[in-house]
């Protein structure tokens, strides 16, 4: 957690299973006609592994440095254009938090469903116009590995969906 690669990029290793389990109770919840699930911060696939147990649809899984084989080499930020939008695609995600807003606006381009964490400042720079939000949670003190972080956890659909 908080471990800092030769590319000086900051990255969060593992979300906590309580953590990723609520996530998908949430997303089974407000989603039930989920046909595909993106997953583009997977990272070392601790999160994967938990959607795997609670779906049986194909998993897009993504990461600009990726920590297994299972899991392609992609730029969610640059190279967004080259994914295609999906009707009843969920995505469940844990950002970078300094780039929460970005991964958000860029998730609900190419998906109609959201499930994900994010920094606690997002309650207050995420365009809530823009968006269906189904539920927020502000998490106190959630611990990351060494760290304990004030974080936010969205429920959004595009309002078009």
């Known amino acids: 957690m908080g471990n800092y690669r030769e590319t000086n990029m900051r990255e969060f290793i593992k979300t906590p299973d309580s953590l990723g389990n609520f996530m998908l109770e ?9 046909e595909e699930i993106l997953e ?5 696939g601790a999160l994967v592994d938990i959607i795997e147990k609670h779906y049986n649809v194909p998993i897009i899984k993504l990461d600009i440095q990726p920590l ?7 730029n969610f930020v640059k190279d967004i254009k080259k994914l295609e939008y999906k009707k009843n695609r969920l995505t469940i995600m844990n950002p970078p938090f300094a780039k929460s807003i970005k991964f ?5 381009k190419k998906s109609d469903m959201l499930v994900t964490l994010c920094s606690s400042n997002t309650l ?4 809530w116009d823009k968006y269906d939000i189904l539920e927020v949670y502000y998490i106190k003190n959630q611990i990351f590995g060494e760290l304990k972080l004030n974080i936010g956890l969205f429920v959004i659909k595009n309002k078009s969906y």
């Open 26 to 34: 949430l997303s089974k919840k407000h989603f039930n006609n989920v």
């Open 40 to 44: 583009p911060c997977a990272g070392d």
């Open 68 to 74: 297994r084989d299972d899991i392609k080499e992609f």
């Open 104 to 108: 958000i606006e860029n998730a609900l």
């Open 124 to 127: 207050f720079n995420l365009d």
